[in-house]
């Protein structure tokens, strides 16, 4: 085993499919490079070309944005071919990027390849079975259930989001002693130590209102005008600062601060890199619930209310943090902003929700993951 202050080089591949899976690779290279080594998050695809990743990430955007029914009839479609098949379809388009990557691999040396992408894990484990030299490669799972085609996989070890989850994974077919529950891998800067008047400082906000903010993830998903619609209904008797953070969806952003950008009591935004300081600056967050949004809000250990899922993992993410208690939702826009007022001002309901958060979401889980990947390639 090599001594603790070797400094190592990892790779971290993702792809531009969802913002969950990129912000996990940064957070995972953030607190390996804080460690002293060297790693770097890379979009794989683009090994094949910019416009092969761009073709790819923007198929995916433009269904869940436009059809995200479909996006979910995929879904289940998915979890019936992964009990009946071998090797997917999706691994075998993968596969083809096997030609890039081993070029790439031997001009390259890593001490260790992290995915949080199911795509980069399916080439690797073709090349894999190709008897390719491979350094250890280690599985992120960015969702709280076991999505479609991990079982297909082969890498040597697989972070998982929750003990509770191991049963689901190894039933889907994933080794038991392949898996570490350690959780999802959030930015270090959750963790920095900002009180709330001191974040509404820096960001401009009034230190005298409650704050909600709106969070469409990076794409914009997640019927927003109508929750923010549904906001501006109650706000003559119930008020409170909304904060919509749009992510790059433009048709949304246009449409929401066309209605309220003048409104005193909005603040319309695309996308943002300060989350990490809204999440210390407001009372509540209205999420989608995606895997890697939803464990930020619960490690700022702040009220969650979860908005409309994109079918699919999302789904299983909301139903996941329901049960534990660690969020709440509701089926229509009017419900959503009802609830959320009537639980900020529940003392009682939101202690329940703060402790479930403590309980399942480890503030040390980036450190945790970013340990085990040391460990294992020190070996």
């Known amino acids: 085993m090599l001594s603790e202050d070797v400094k190592m080089k990892f790779l971290i591949l993702s792809c531009k499919t969802g913002g969950g899976h990129d912000a996990a690779a940064y957070a995972i290279e953030m607190q390996l490079l804080n460690m002293g080594h060297e790693a770097f998050v890379f979009d794989y695809l683009t090994l094949a070309g910019e416009k092969v990743s761009k073709r790819v990430a923007g198929a995916y955007v433009n269904l869940v944005k436009t059809a995200p029914s479909i996006f979910g009839q995929f879904y289940k479609l998915a979890l019936v071919v992964s009990k009946h098949t071998k090797k997917s379809p999706v691994y075998q388009v993968n596969k083809k ?33 190709e008897n390719i030299s491979l350094p250890p490669l280690v599985a992120v799972a960015t969702d709280y259930t076991c999505i479609p085609f991990w079982e297909e996989t082969n890498c040597d070890y697989y972070i998982i989001p929750h003990q509770l989850l191991v049963d689901e994974f190894v039933k889907r077919g994933v080794p038991r002693e392949k898996i570490y529950p350690l959780g999802i891998p959030f930015t270090p800067k959750i963790l ?181 990947i040391i460990s294992k390639a020190s070996v």
């Not at 001009?107 to 199911?118: G, P």
């Not at 309220?260 to 695309?270: Q, T, V």
């Not at 990490?276 to 967050?285: N, R, S, V």
């Open 192 to 372: 920095d130590n900002i009180a709330k008047d001191e974040a509404r400082k820096k960001l401009e906000l009034p230190l005298d209102k409650q704050i909600a903010i709106l969070v469409g993830g990076s794409m914009g998903a997640g019927k927003m005008i109508k929750l923010v619609k549904s906001f501006a209904k109650i706000q003559a008797t119930k008020p409170i600062l909304v904060i919509a953070i749009c992510g790059n969806n433009k048709k949304v952003y246009r449409k929401i601060n066309k209605c309220y950008g003048k409104n005193p009591n909005f603040i319309i935004l695309k996308q943002t890199n300060q989350m990490p300081l809204y999440l210390k600056a407001c009372d509540i967050i209205y999420t989608k619930p995606g895997g890697l949004s939803s464990t930020e809000a619960a490690a700022a250990r702040i009220p969650l209310v979860h908005t409309y899922p994109i079918p699919g993992c999302e789904t299983a993410n909301k139903e996941f943090f329901n049960h534990l208690g660690m969020s709440i939702s509701a089926s229509s826009s009017d419900d959503l902003a009802k609830i959320g007022i009537e639980l900020l001002n529940d003392d009682n309901q939101l202690t329940k929700m703060k402790n479930a958060q403590v309980e399942n979401v480890d503030l040390l889980t980036t450190e945790k993951v970013a340990d085990l």
């Open 97 to 129: 990027m096997a030609k890039y990557l081993t070029t790439y691999l031997a001009d390259n040396h890593f001490d260790a390849i992290i995915m949080t992408h199911l795509f980069p894990a399916e080439t690797l484990t073709y090349m894999k079975k």
